[in-house]
Nanobody, 126 residues
Framework: QVQLVESGGGLVQPGGSLRLSCAVS????????IGWFRQAPGKEREAVSC????????YYTEDVKGRFTISVDNAKNTVYLQMNSLKPEDTAVYYC???????????????????WGQGTQVTVSS
């Protein structure tokens, strides 16, 4: 059974850091790309970052590039999102998701992901 479980969210001041974790079970991370998405109140879910371990490739949206880092621990079958220099506009529920297709590059549309975690709240506020 495929399962993704996020953790690590919380309240942080502007300029602070958080590390989100996505523990994956039911498949190995070298077979499917994993994406991080976020959804703020009243807004659509948007892609933040993605990693395809089998291709050794990562992707970041422009507004998080240079601040966020995605990584994989294959031994723990866990994907991390290190978030630094957080801004109030980063406030959202963050989700990790597994891309439906196997052994493909990262794609940005949430419609291409069929396994999702429950989400973790990130609030950036002073």
């Amino acid at each position: 059974q495929v399962q993704l479980v996020e953790s690590g969210g919380g309240l942080v001041q502007p300029g602070g850091s958080l590390r989100l974790s996505c523990a994956v079970s039911g498949f190995t991370l070298d077979s499917r790309a994993i994406g991080w998405f976020r959804q703020a109140p009243g807004k659509e879910r948007e892609a933040v970052s993605c990693i395809s371990s089998h291709l050794g490739a990562t992707y970041y949206t422009e507004d998080v590039k240079g601040r966020f880092t995605i990584s994989v621990d294959n031994a723990k079958n866990t994907v991390y999102l290190q978030m630094n220099s957080l801004k109030p506009e980063d406030t959202a529920v963050y989700y990790c998701a597994a891309e439906t297709a196997l052994f493909t590059r990262c794609v940005l549309s949430p419609n291409e992901y069929n396994n999702w975690g429950q989400g973790t709240q990130v609030t950036v506020s002073s």
